[in-house]
C-alpha cells in the first residue's frame, strides 16, 4: 500500500514538473483545456499578450503576432502562459493562476483591498475538480460539497486539514497538500 502511494505521488509529481518544463519561458495562448494540458501554445514565440486589465476589465485580450494585432475573447480561450512559467485560466472574463493542476487544480487570484493606509494584496484561492471545470472558492465545505461520493477522500480531508486550512503547501512532497490527501485516498 505504501508502495503504490509513491508511486501516485511521484506520477503527480512529475506530471506536475513535466508541465513547467515543458512551457517554461515562453509566452502564448491556451485556447482549449486539452491544449493546456498538453502545454500547446498559440501565439507562442515573439508575441505579446495585452490582458486589457484596466478598470472597465475588458471582455477580450489583445494579442501582437508578427506585427498584427488580433482581439480573443476572454469567453472562447482557455488561458495563457507568462515567460516565467506561470499559468492563467480565464473563467467568466475573469483570469486565475494556475498554481497546481494535479488531480484537484488549484488557483489563486490577487485582490486589492482597501486599508486605512493604502492598499493590501490579498490571495484568494479556489479549485476545480477538471482543468476545465467549474471554479470554486477553496474551502473545507466547498471540498466536502465536490467529493461527497468518495468518502475515502473526505475522511482523510476530516484528518488532516481539522483547522479548517485547505490551502496549505507540502514542501516535503512539492505539491499543495490537499492533492497528496487525494493521491493517498486513492490508493486505500
Known sequence: MKKSLVIAVLVIIGTLIAHHVNAKNQIGVYLTAQDYKEKKLSYAGGSKIRLNNSVLELPYIT??????????KKSEVFGY?????????????TQYRILEAGPITIYVQSEHVAQSK???????YYFSTTVSGKLM?????????????NTQFIEQVDQYFSNGDVTVFDSVHNMYKLNYVFAKAQNK
Open 63 to 72: 494579442v501582437i503576432d508578427s506585427n498584427k494585432t488580433i482581439k480573443l
Open 81 to 93: 502562459a507568462e515567460a516565467d512559467s506561470k499559468d492563467f485560466r480565464f473563467y467568466n472574463n
Open 118 to 124: 493604502g492598499y493590501k494584496v490579498k490571495q484568494n
Open 137 to 149: 472558492p477553496l474551502t473545507l465545505n466547498n471540498i466536502r460539497q465536490a467529493y461527497h461520493a
